[in-house]
T-cell receptor, first 111, second 113 residues
Framework: AQSVTQLGSHVSVSEGALVLLRCNYS??????LFWYVQYPNQGLQLLLK??????LVKGINGFEAEFKKSETSFHLTKPSAHMSDAAEYFC?????????FGSGTKLNVKP | NAGVTQTPKFRVLKTGQSMTLLCAQD?????MYWYRQDPGMGLRLIHY???????AKGEVPDGYNVSRLKKQNFLLGLESAAPSQTSVYFC????????????FGPGTRLLVL
């Protein structure tokens, strides 16, 4: 069975500070990994994804994530938070035609 | 392109009533998915389809049925609604599975009294 764990349901950072959102997964086969963002009252939008190749993946809005197989992690980072980054972020794993989502992390950005 | 659309946007049902949620996509995607989103639980897959005429169960299929008679439409049915089905429902589509990006609709808020 697949599972995705996001540590911290709420994360608060100051504007300009580093953003780090954690994601760990369990998978019996090499996974495809995704980060999605959800703004209030909207559907999810893809931020970035890892399929194969380079383990450091760059996405939209300055976000990036690194696939670390030995740690079964896919943490999301952004060097400098912006007020517009306030949203809920979901990590997801794809396996056998299905996507498995983490429970989400709400990012609050303080002025 | 409209992308992925869902109707209705909001609905209130009484326990035992039935309803159908419609998802439509205009991107010629093969794969379509129905999720429910509940606080603190992320998105959970209800049913999915890998092509016209096919459907399969996801993580939480009980109490729901689906149909994919046309490639562009994916219907989610509740035959006898229960309060536990109060949730936000999202439809998504992708060109194929695996590494393909899922495109999500705006969601349907369902309240079952």
């Amino acid at each position: 069975a697949q599972s995705v764990t996001q540590l911290g349901s709420h994360v608060s950072v100051s504007e300009g500070a580093l953003v780090l959102l954690r994601c760990n997964y369990s998978s019996s086969v090499p996974p495809y990994l995704f980060w999605y963002v959800q703004y209030p009252n909207q559907g999810l939008q893809l931020l970035l994804k890892y399929t194969t190749g380079a383990t450091l993946v760059k996405g939209i809005n300055g976000f990036e994530a690194e696939f670390k197989k030995s740690e079964t992690s896919f943490h999301l980072t952004k060097p400098s938070a912006h007020m517009s980054d306030a949203a809920e972020y979901f990590c997801a794993v794809y396996n056998f035609n299905k996507f498995y989502f983490g429970s989400g992390t709400k990012l609050n950005v303080k002025p | 392109n409209a992308g992925v659309t869902q109707t209705p946007k909001f609905r209130v049902l009484k326990t035992g009533q039935s309803m159908t949620l419609l998802c439509a996509q205009d991107m010629n995607h093969e794969y379509m998915y129905w999720y429910r989103q509940d606080p603190g639980m992320g998105l959970r897959l209800i049913h999915y389809s890998v092509g016209e005429g096919t459907t399969a169960k996801g993580e939480v299929p009980d109490g729901y049925n689906v149909s994919r008679l046309k490639k562009q439409n994916f219907l989610l049915g509740l035959e006898s609604a229960a309060p536990s089905q109060t949730s936000v429902y999202f439809c998504a589509s992708s060109y194929s599975g695996k590494s393909e990006t899922q495109y999500f609709g705006p969601g349907t808020r369902l309240l079952v009294l």
